[in-house]
Nanobody, 124 residues
Framework: VQLQASGGGLVQAGGSLRLSCAAS????????MGWFRQAPGREREFVAR????????YYADSVKGRFTISGDNAKNTVYLQMNSLKPEDPAVYYC??????????????????WGQGTLVTVSS
């Protein structure tokens, strides 16, 4: 499985960005997909997850109502639409894939494959 994240950049607070994660063929139909982020000096944290079928989505409380995760199986791509960006959102954002069976699906160690990360910066 190969994952390639892109779409990061500099945006003003209150603005929007859409991140993309291009995956190798059939990844979205085989794996749950997630987005994590890591800010300097902080641990990597869960942001959002979409199930294999695409029928279920999950969000960290900090982004609920502002971020939307979606997948396009035909394009083998997962997206993270980020609206109303806040000064606390800047980080390197990573996409990940994993087979999630237990209750720890929000933990990074549950994911087997990772993209290289894309940097999001928010100016106030």
């Amino acid at each position: 499985v190969q994952l390639q994240a892109s779409g990061g950049g500099l945006v003003q607070a209150g603005g929007s960005l859409r991140l993309s994660c291009a995956a190798s063929e059939r990844t979205l139909s085989r794996y749950d997909m997630g987005w994590f982020r890591q800010a300097p000096g902080r641990e990597r944290e869960f942001v959002a997850r979409i199930s294999q079928s695409g029928g279920s989505t999950y969000y960290a409380d900090s982004v609920k109502g502002r971020f939307t995760i979606s997948g396009d199986n035909a394009k083998n791509t997962v997206y993270l639409q980020m609206n109303s960006l806040k000064p606390e959102d800047p980080a390197v954002y990573y996409c990940a894939a994993g087979l999630l069976y237990g209750d720890s699906w929000y933990m990074d160690y549950e994911y087997d494959y990772w993209g290289q990360g894309t940097l999001v910066t928010v100016s106030s």
